[in-house]
């Protein structure tokens, strides 16, 4: 049966009922409870049938499937930007870019600018123009042309990287797209302006997402898929179909390098009526290295903060597609990135059943919880000393709360059993 997931756009941090017993959390574990990553890799299936069979007094499992790499060790990880390039590099990329995103003999150099005059005067320059809905006249800054500002920039004489390819006007037309690079490790907004086309041209393409126009029509995790499909803009595609194209897209064919080490995974599939009998699909994107995902959130989604007080990281990349054959819209994808291993490979960790056990030994036993999903993925924390990232492996399981409906996140350690969390409404 299909399980539709809501999602909550909300700025509120939420709180949690005091569910979470004092007991011993598993970090006193011992050896008997790791198993190799090859045990748990054979057992996985076996494994999960077992603690759904199992008899948990605040336990009841939901119908999830689990993935789990094929792999003989796992690290724990370092994670930190390209280093930095000369603006002259930057900007022949960003035209590269913008010269391959633009429709044919499109390209012009008169539509890149720099973000934003605001950032460099007391007074910025503004435009006005008048809405086609309410007749208002509306202002809006006017961002510098490069060309005007060229040595400047490449002087470094302004210091805010972002540059900005746009050629929308209010009033969407065929030839419009929208790109912004803030800096040499980013690619954090891509508009090929396709979807926005088919919203009445009613917003520009710098502010848009077709996630906050369109109707929302249905939630799938990736791993819970079946045979489900949609109409698109030119023809019906199934689910499974369009992420294997969007896994492949991100992997080779984004208009600019990447590093092939890290891989892309697609663990939700959000799908919008985008008009009458014609849909779109919304991926949920995250990175992948060595097999195992790193934790996600999608943007927009109010959460509690982690219950350790640490400033833990989450990928937040959502794509949009309109056409089966391309990929219309993205946001929020880091372009480049190193990693580095930290210490000794981990060839042992935490099986499925002692993860399981932990979580359910620390939540309240008078409290009864549904499992969504368990799954092993890379848990990130920014480091106090540098613009660094520190990522480990820990077993992820989403357990919920009818009572006070909230899902509670839950992260255990897959070496030491510790156990953090956070929660987020449902």
Same mark, same amino acid.
């Given at each position: ?10 700025? /509120? ?20 409870? %790791?198993?190799? %990553? ?9 494994? /999960? ?28 990880? !370092? ?40 950032? +460099? ?72 302006? !396709?979807?926005?086309? /088919? ?96 934790? +996600? ?65 620390? %939540? ?31 077993? !992820? ?30």
């Amino acid at each position: 049966m299909k399980r539709i997931i809501p999602i909550l756009i909300c700025a /509120l941090i939420l709180t949690s009922c005091n569910v979470f017993s004092n007991k011993n959390d598993g970090t006193d574990i011992d050896e008997s409870g %790791l198993k190799t %990553l090859s045990e748990i890799y054979n057992n996985i299936l076996n494994d /999960l049938n077992k603690i759904k069979q199992k008899e948990y007094k605040n336990l009841n499992f939901n119908d999830f499937d689990i993935n789990f790499p094929n792999i003989e060790e796992v690290h724990n990880i !370092k994670i930190t930007p390209y280093d930095p390039i000369s603006r002259e590099e930057f900007l022949d990329e960003f035209i590269e870019i913008a010269k391959e995103l633009s429709p044919s003999q499109q390209y012009d150099e008169d539509n890149i600018y720099i973000l934003s005059d605001f950032f +460099y005067s007391d007074e910025p320059d503004t435009y006005t123009y008048e809405d086609p809905d309410t007749g208002e006249e509306i202002s809006r800054f006017s961002n510098p042309s490069l060309k005007n500002h060229m040595a400047e920039y490449l002087n470094e004489e302004l210091g805010f990287y972002a540059l900005m390819y746009e050629t929308d006007t209010y009033g969407i037309n065929n030839d419009d797209v929208y790109f912004l690079i803030s800096n040499p490790n980013s690619m954090p907004r891509i508009n090929k302006g !396709k979807a926005a086309r /088919l919203n009445d041209g009613k917003s520009y393409l710098a502010g848009w997402q077709p996630m906050y126009v369109f109707e929302l029509e249905a939630t799938y995790l990736t791993s819970q898929l079946k045979d489900e499909s949609y109409q698109l803009l030119d023809k019906e595609m199934s689910i499974k179909d369009a992420v294997a194209f969007a896994e492949d897209f991100f992997m080779n064919g984004l208009p600019y390098d990447t590093n092939p080490d890290i891989g892309i995974d697609i663990p939700e599939v959000h799908v919008y009526k985008v008009k009458d009998d014609v849909f779109g699909y919304c991926f949920l994107l995250r990175k992948k290295y060595d097999g195992i995902p790193f934790d +996600y959130i999608m943007s927009g989604r109010a959460r509690s903060e982690m219950s350790n007080k640490k400033n833990y990281q989450y990928d937040m990349r959502e794509s949009f597609m309109i056409e089966s054959d391309d990929i219309d819209f993205w946001v929020g994808d880091e372009k480049c990135q190193n990693i580095e291993h930290i210490g000794e490979p981990i060839k042992k960790i935490l099986g499925l059943e002692a993860a399981i056990d932990i979580v359910s030994n620390k %939540l309240s036993a008078g409290v009864m919880f549904d499992i969504d999903s368990v799954e092993l993925v890379y848990s990130r924390e920014q480091d106090d000393d540098s613009d660094a990232e520190i990522a480990n492996p820990v077993w !992820k399981v989403i357990a919920v709360n009818e009572n006070d409906k909230l899902s509670y996140h839950t992260y255990v350690d897959a070496v030491t059993g510790e156990l953090r969390y956070y929660t987020m409404a449902i």
